[in-house]
């Protein structure tokens, strides 16, 4: 959903936040009230506020339970590297430990659960005849299949039975 819901978004600052408005002349109603608009623009010093409830409520019981190890880590490292930084460093290790687990998980799934002769599911993986042109080595290619039984072999002929 768009962010003003379908509805045109409208500036609360009004004529005067224009700096050639506010030359044509203000009011002086629209002075005090530009005044006012100025003074809420300043943050108070312990702003933004953290509220726990709030990201308890926003946030999914899983997200949470598998973002704590890292977010216990990082408030202890807040006091070495900075709020800033330790939110940086925070993100940036979880993301590449999500990137590290999926390269772990396809390399094992290809290591030890490809598809073979033992198994009726699976990826089975293929390797494509390598192009040999005249004159280079190897030309004309010959395969390493020998006989008609080596097609389709799916490693059952180096199997220990």
């Known amino acids: 959903m768009a962010q003003t819901a379908g509805v045109k978004p409208m500036t609360i600052a009004g004529r005067v936040a224009s700096e050639r408005e506010r030359c044509m002349g203000m009011t002086d109603a629209e002075r005090a ?20 409830e709030y990201w308890r409520e926003r946030t999914n019981p899983i997200r949470r339970f598998y973002r704590k190890p890292l977010d216990k880590l990082f408030t202890a490292l807040i006091p ?37 002769w033992t198994k009726k599911g699976g990826w089975r993986v293929l390797r494509t005849k390598p192009t040999v042109l005249p004159g280079q080595p190897g030309f004309p290619f010959k395969s390493e299949r020998s006989k008609p039984s080596d097609y389709a072999d799916r490693n059952f002929k180096n199997s220990v039975i």
Do not use: C
């Not at 530009?34 to 809420?40: E, G, P, S």
């Open 33 to 52: 009230w530009r005044k006012q608009w100025l003074k809420d623009q300043v943050l108070a010093p312990n702003e933004p506020v953290y509220v726990e």
């Open 80 to 116: 070495m590297l900075g709020e800033e930084r330790a939110v940086n460093y925070r993100y940036i290790t979880g993301k590449l430990g999500l990137i590290a687990i999926g390269v772990l998980s396809v390399h094992y799934y290809f290591k030890y659960q490809g598809n073979d």
